[in-house]
């Protein structure tokens, strides 16, 4: 996990100091990303195939095969070194998809059931702290020397892999390999498709993280315009990790929390309604609406504070706590899939996310450049607003995020007797 978000930071600064252009840095962070789109899918049909402990021990190996390769050609200093960086970039990036579904699928494989809740907490904490560290430690790594990085990486892979072998705690999945791959990824499209918490909370993060991250194209278009030093624009991006590490740890004790609001919102009739409404008590309770509320509610703070660089670092700070909340919440759903299908699910629910997330800066930075800061912000802040009032008060959407909530007619009737 340390070697991927290290990478994220060496991939462009070993592209730029090879090449001193722009464009071809650019290149190679599209080589390392775009095997998203496209290996998602069959990578969760191969690790329901073959079992997520086996494919991640490969991929991981894989991957230190690559760095190693790396780290020699930049000692060696190959003179075609752009061209080998570009694949490599590519291949390792492909790779980089495998580990992360397997690893998603290997928790519930290797954790008995009743701790499952507790294992993705650790984990999705692990991963925000991992977040955090790992762009300053790839920087570190490559001023100490432009190979130094990719051979750290190359140790890393290396002895993940090693451990996984020795592990092996996934077991072979269950579906006969004769089934056509395309007949696979069908189903677990369809098993997505039937669930409606799934589906739900599929489309819904896909919105936010598309809405997050053209949030994150304004404040670092506006910000940098404005004379924000490049430390200060690190910091405050760095406030999304530090919440979605606090929201990860305080997961496991979500209901204690829901039963806490839920004393204090009973002081008032018109307090109860609005916490159930949004998905804090009662049978409202739902972590990604809650998700969505503080998404639209921080969003419209910076709209309402004129930009202010305090507000930016609070509203990711929010955002990034109830993301960490939901993320554990959608794991937990995900590790009671059936255990020969829980990969292809992790892939297309992925690839729903990720695709935003490549799509939310290109739409941002097109708006920004021909409406300007202000409107750009405005038409995200009415977007996410308008998104969290969807799920909240459209029956399907609310029924399946919140499956305890009543129907319309039940629900006017309990607005009534309060």
């Given at each position: 996990m340390l070697g991927t978000r290290t990478l994220g930071v060496t991939y462009p600064l070993l592209a730029f100091a090879v090449t001193k252009s722009p464009a071809w840095t650019g290149w190679v962070v599209f080589a390392?990303?775009?095997?998203?789109?496209?290996?998602?899918?069959?990578?969760?049909?191969?690790?329901?195939?073959?079992?997520?402990?086996?494919?991640?021990?490969?991929?991981?190996?894989?991957?230190?095969?690559?760095?190693?390769?790396?780290?020699?050609?930049?000692?060696?200093?190959?003179?075609?070194?752009?061209?080998?960086?570009?694949?490599?970039?590519?291949?390792?990036?492909?790779?980089?998809?495998?580990?992360s579904v397997a690893e998603t699928a290997l928790i519930p494989a290797a954790t008995r059931r009743d701790d499952i809740p507790t294992a993705l907490a650790a984990h999705e904490t692990t991963a925000h702290a991992v977040v955090l560290a790992g762009r300053p430690v790839g920087g570190i790594l490559f001023g100490l020397g432009a190979y130094m990085s990719f051979f750290a990486n190359a140790v890393v892979f290396m002895c993940s892999a090693a451990l996984l072998w020795r592990l092996n705690p996934g077991q072979p999945a269950r579906t006969p390999h004769r089934e056509p791959v395309l007949h696979q990824i069908r189903e677990g499209i369809q098993e997505v498709w039937r669930n409606p918490f799934l589906l739900s909370a599929t489309i819904l993060t896909a919105v936010i993280n598309l809405i997050v991250q053209s949030l994150i194209v304004v404040f670092i278009s506006y910000q940098t315009s404005s004379g924000l030093g490049a430390a200060a624009v690190g910091g405050i991006l760095a406030a999304s990790g530090v919440g979605g590490a606090a929201g990860a740890f305080i997961s496991p004790k979500r209901k204690k929390i829901s039963r806490k609001i839920d004393g204090w919102a009973r002081r008032w009739n018109w307090t109860d309604r609005l916490a159930e409404l949004v998905g804090l008590?009662?049978?409202?309770?739902?972590?990604?609406?809650?998700?969505?509320?503080?998404?639209?509610?921080?969003?419209?703070?910076?709209?309402?504070?004129?930009?202010?660089?305090?507000?930016?670092?609070?509203?990711?700070?929010?955002?990034?706590?109830?993301?960490?909340?939901?993320?554990?919440?959608?794991?937990?759903?995900?590790?009671?899939?059936?255990?020969?299908?829980?990969?292809?699910?992790?892939?297309?629910?992925?690839?729903?996310?990720?695709?935003?997330?490549?799509?939310?800066?290109?739409?941002?930075?097109?708006?920004?450049?021909?409406?300007?800061?202000?409107?750009?912000?405005?038409?995200?802040?009415?977007?996410?607003?308008?998104?969290?009032?969807?799920?909240?008060?459209?029956?399907?959407?609310?029924?399946?995020?919140?499956?305890?909530?009543?129907?319309?007619?039940?629900?006017?009737?309990?607005?009534?007797?309060?």
């Open positions: 390392s990303t775009v095997p998203g789109l496209l290996c998602y899918l069959p990578a969760g049909t191969l690790i329901d195939r073959l079992g997520p402990g086996r494919v991640m021990a490969c991929s991981e190996a894989a991957r230190g095969l690559l760095m190693g390769a790396l780290t020699a050609a930049l000692i060696c200093d190959v003179p075609e070194i752009r061209g080998l960086l570009l694949a490599i970039a590519f291949v390792e990036g492909g790779l980089a998809v495998l580990s008590t009662h049978r409202g309770r739902s972590t990604l609406l809650v998700h969505a509320w503080v998404c639209s509610g921080a969003i419209a703070v910076i709209f309402m504070t004129g930009f202010a660089p305090s507000a930016f670092a609070l509203a990711l700070l929010m955002i990034g706590v109830a993301g960490g909340l939901s993320n554990v919440t959608i794991r937990t759903l995900l590790s009671r899939v059936p255990a020969d299908k829980v990969a292809r699910v992790v892939s297309v629910s992925r690839l729903g996310s990720y695709s935003t997330v490549a799509l939310g800066p290109v739409l941002a930075s097109l708006l920004y450049e021909s409406a300007g800061p202000r409107a750009t912000l405005g038409t995200v802040t009415v977007s996410m607003v308008v998104v969290a009032l969807v799920m909240t008060l459209v029956p399907t959407f609310r029924k399946s995020l919140s499956p305890r909530w009543p129907s319309g007619r039940l629900w006017k009737a309990r607005l009534a007797s309060r």
